[in-house]
């Protein structure tokens, strides 16, 4: 069983459609995060989550709606997205400690 | 504004020899610098990491130079071998009892092929 696990691996939706991406640690870490990597950029922080407390949130757009009911689990639900959020949406767990994130392998997300 | 830059997107070297992976930062506030790799498919795993009092921390093959003075860092993977073909990323943060967010700044990342 891996520490962080996400689902789906793959997402196609439109544009007009709701969906949800799920994270599940079982590393027994208190913080969460959602991480966006596109093409040829940096990873991007978007949310982070400290005991279930929104902490970070980076300036993202709020058709991205998080949520995180406990410390093991972590929603991202996504509404009229567009084409150019297409992208790996990474989810990762720490200790409470700067640094070692321990990565999901992440949902391909594809927008049409 | 790039704040963590890895300017080579990608890296070429042959099985045995040492890859070194380059990493410049722009805000001296990092106190805390991290690589991770990435294997197509999967999620980055953390690699090794340095502290701000340290210049240097070793682990097996790998090890990780840390320049404060000229706010570059790198890591050095010898002997290579096939498998640490990567994409491979810096990363740097500023601790929380530094007025920082432990939050996690990386850069785009260096492709890494290890050939036989």
């Known amino acids: 069983e891996t520490g962080v696990t996400q689902t789906p691996r793959h997402l196609v939706m439109g544009m007009t459609n709701k969906k949800s991406l799920k994270c599940e640690q079982h590393?027994?870490?208190?913080?969460m995060y959602w991480y966006k990597q596109s093409a040829k950029k940096p990873l991007e922080l978007m949310f982070v989550?400290?005991?279930?407390?929104?902490?970070e949130n980076n300036s993202v757009p709020s058709r991205f709606s998080p949520e995180c009911p406990n410390s093991s689990h972590l929603f991202l639900h996504l509404h009229t997205l567009q084409p150019e959020d297409s992208a790996l949406y990474l989810c990762?767990?720490?200790?409470?400690?700067?640094?070692?994130?321990?990565f999901g392998e992440g949902s391909r997300l594809t927008v049409l | 504004d790039q704040q963590v830059k890895q300017n080579s997107p990608s890296l070429s070297v042959q099985e045995g020899r040492i890859s070194i992976l380059n990493c410049d930062y722009t805000?001296?506030?990092?106190?805390?610098f991290l690589w991770y790799k990435k294997y197509p498919a999967e999620g980055p795993t953390f690699l090794i990491s340095?502290?701000?009092?340290?210049d240097k921390n070793e682990d097996g093959r790998f090890t990780v130079f840390l320049n404060k003075s000229a706010k570059h860092l790198s890591l050095h993977i010898v002997p290579s071998q096939p498998g640490d073909s990567a994409v491979y990323f810096c990363?740097?943060?500023?601790?929380?009892?530094?007025?920082?967010?432990?939050?996690?700044?990386f850069g785009k990342g260096t492709k890494l092929t290890v050939n036989p």
């Open positions: 990762a767990s720490s200790h409470n400690r700067a640094g070692e994130l321990f």
């Open positions: 590393l027994g870490h208190n913080a």
């Open positions: 989550y400290n005991f279930k407390e929104q902490t």
């Open positions: 805000n001296s506030m990092f106190d805390y």
């Open positions: 340095i502290s701000s009092i340290k």
């Open positions: 990363a740097a943060s500023r601790s929380l009892w530094q007025g920082g967010s432990e939050k996690l700044v």
